[in-house]
């Protein structure tokens, strides 16, 4: 098993020091069942630092969690997500990498 550290902000008033979130996800989908675990270790105001610890360990951390859920859309979308919405499009990748050059703050 794979094991983390991060410091990260966290919101809500029930997010409190030992608590223990558990996601999976099985093998119906086609790969090797997955599962992360993340542990509040400490908190002070906002700011919490999270022990992450994940299975099977030959998988990264982004990879596990590709496998275990999307980012949302915002409210005012109104839809569900769907693959396309992850895309950056190349236009705009371009224009990023430009500003980025003149601007590194970007």
């Not at 999976?24 to 999270?50: F, L, N, P």
């Not at 949302?72 to 236009?91: E, K, N, W």
């Amino acid at each position: 098993m794979m094991q983390v550290v991060w410091e990260c902000m966290l919101g809500g008033r029930n997010l409190k020091e030992g608590l223990t979130l558990t996601a999976e996800v099985d093998s119906a989908t086609g790969s090797e069942a997955a599962s992360v675990q993340a542990r509040i270790v400490s908190k002070a105001g906002k700011v919490a630092r999270v022990q992450l610890q994940w299975a099977p360990s030959h998988l990264t951390l982004a990879e596990l969690l590709e496998r275990l859920g999307h980012t949302p859309l915002p409210p005012y979308m109104r839809r569900a997500a769907v693959p396309s919405d992850r895309c950056v499009p190349a236009p705009l990748l371009r224009l990023l990498a430009r500003r980025s050059r003149r601007d590194p703050r970007l």
